[in-house]
């Protein structure tokens, strides 16, 4: 059997097709990775819920707050799509109790709750995740980790969300430069300065 020899024009065209496919392939994978909250499948009452709790942990002042950066549908995702299941069945218990015991400690939906009244509610939820194992929690002894440590991973979704999005980005939270300039390890530092953040 006789072999076909390769043309120089060819070999040059094999070439570029295949550079080619290795610069394109990461363009098109990383246009995918962009978070769009219209992709939760949650429903409008869980969302509001989320958004309350991510609320009450980064309300809005002067700046941006956690609803205006959607963080409950960043949350849900999360849950969602990153974590075991053991694990976000003990999230999602986590959050319908609050919203449970929300509406009998405060009269009404969670949600629907000024800033103060959650602020009020989840601070026991805040003190007994940080408990240590053997404490008091809500009155009893617990045995080993604390029940309520889900909220301190609602907090950390919560945090997470919001500082890597473009609201924080652009609200003026975070010094934020999409193109960075010189670096300046001795640049001078006080109370009201921004920690620095580039997507690079």
């Known amino acids: 059997m006789e072999q076909q020899k390769l043309t120089r024009r060819q070999m040059v065209q ?3 097709m295949a550079i080619g496919g290795t610069l394109v392939a990461p363009t098109v994978l990383l246009e995918s990775c962009s978070f769009d909250p219209d992709t939760t499948t949650a429903g409008p009452l869980r969302l509001a819920m989320l958004d309350a709790i991510a609320e009450t942990i ?3 002042t002067a700046t941006a707050g956690a609803r205006d950066a959607k963080i409950g549908a960043f949350i849900d995702v999360m849950i969602r799509d990153c974590y075991y299941p053991d694990m976000q069945e003990k999230l999602n218990a986590g959050i319908k109790e609050i919203a449970v015991e929300g509406k009998k400690a405060i009269g009404r ?3 629907e709750a000024t800033q103060m009244e959650r ?3 989840l601070k026991a ?4 995740a940080n408990q240590k194992p053997g404490e008091k929690v809500f009155g009893y002894r617990q045995e080993g980790k604390v029940a ?4 301190t991973t609602l907090k950390e979704l919560t945090l997470l969300g919001y500082f890597t999005s473009e609201e924080a980005a652009t ?3 975070i010094n934020y430069e999409p193109v960075p300039t010189k670096y300046d390890p ?3 530092v006080d109370e009201n300065t921004k920690v620095f953040y580039s997507n690079i």
Not at 125 to 128: G, I, R, T
Not at 148 to 151: E, H, L, M, R, T
């Open 119 to 121: 602020e009020e509610f």
């Open 186 to 188: 001795c640049a001078p």
């Open 58 to 60: 980064i309300p809005r």
């Open 125 to 128: 939820y805040d003190e007994a």
């Open 14 to 16: 094999r070439m570029a």
């Open 148 to 151: 309520a440590d889900f909220f």
């Open 171 to 173: 609200d003026g939270v």
């Open 109 to 111: 939906p969670f949600e």
